[in-house]
T-cell receptor, first 118, second 113 residues
Framework: GAVVSQHPSWVICKSGTSVKIECRSL??????MFWYRQFPKQSLMLMAT?????????EQGVEKDKFLINHASLTLSTLTVTSAHPEDSSFYIC??????????????FGPGTRLTVL | AQTVTQSQPEMSVQEAETVTLSCTYD???????LFWYKQPPSRQMILVIR??????QNATENRFSVNFQKAAKSFSLKISDSQLGDTAMYFC??????????FGEGTQLTVNP
């Protein structure tokens, strides 16, 4: 139980294009989803927190117009990187909290998406 | 602000031996949870062990155990009988009830044959 999927696992795009990353909770309802960014050999940096049906809360320094987050259902959240540039290249990880994980404030993580912007 | 500190960027251990990873945190909260996650080369975050702050008993999961010292705000992870598959980046994380998680900088553990 508590499986989170991410799609795609790896994407290469041209500078200036937009990329959408999907995060799905497969066997539980995720009331809250989180999006992280991780650079090589570094920790996870929280970008935003999204609750189903409401606007995402962005961390300081994260451009909400560049990183669009939608949490339209209890099993799906999407992150869209708009007008991507090479500096947006990174590893993006989503996590979900819900079900019995809520009791322990536990987050279940997706496998991550590697974004490369040329 | 809540902070999590892992003072050991890298550690190594011989297979079958025991290793302890340290973690300290700073908070004014009283009700919170602590976690150790591992991130192997696949980069999938995997929960290793969880500790509820209100529980005095240290959590144990097979070869993994913690030493939770609430007053000292310390939460170390002990790995017994280390295996090659334990090679990974280990992150300590802190989270008040219902809130976001704060992660430490990570400790890269290498298990040598």
């Amino acid at each position: 139980g508590a499986v989170v999927s991410q799609h795609p696992s790896w994407v290469i795009c041209k500078s200036g294009t937009s990329v959408k990353i999907e995060c799905r909770s497969l066997d539980f309802q995720a009331t809250t989803m989180f999006w992280y960014r991780q650079f090589p050999k570094q920790s996870l940096m929280l970008m935003a927190t999204s609750n189903e049906g409401s606007k995402a809360t962005y961390e300081q320094g994260v451009e909400k117009d560049k990183f669009l987050i939608n949490h339209a259902s209890l099993t799906l959240s999407t992150l869209t990187v708009t007008s991507a540039h090479p500096e947006d290249s990174s590893f993006y990880i989503c996590s979900a909290r819900g079900g019995q994980g809520t009791t322990y404030n536990e987050q279940f993580f997706g496998p991550g998406t590697r974004l490369t912007v040329l | 602000a809540q902070t999590v500190t892992q003072s050991q960027p890298e550690m190594s251990v011989q297979e079958a031996e025991t290793v302890t990873l340290s973690c300290t945190y700073d908070t004014s909260e009283n009700n919170y949870y602590l976690f150790w996650y591992k991130q192997p080369p696949s980069r999938q975050m995997i929960l290793v062990i969880r500790q509820e702050a209100y529980k005095q008993q240290n959590a144990t999961e097979n070869r993994f155990s913690v030493n939770f010292q609430k007053a000292a705000k310390s939460f170390s992870l002990k790995i017994s009988d280390s295996q090659l598959g334990d090679t990974a980046m280990y992150f300590c994380a802190f989270g008040p009830s219902g809130s976001r998680l704060t992660f430490g900088e990570g400790t890269q553990l290498t298990v040598n044959p």
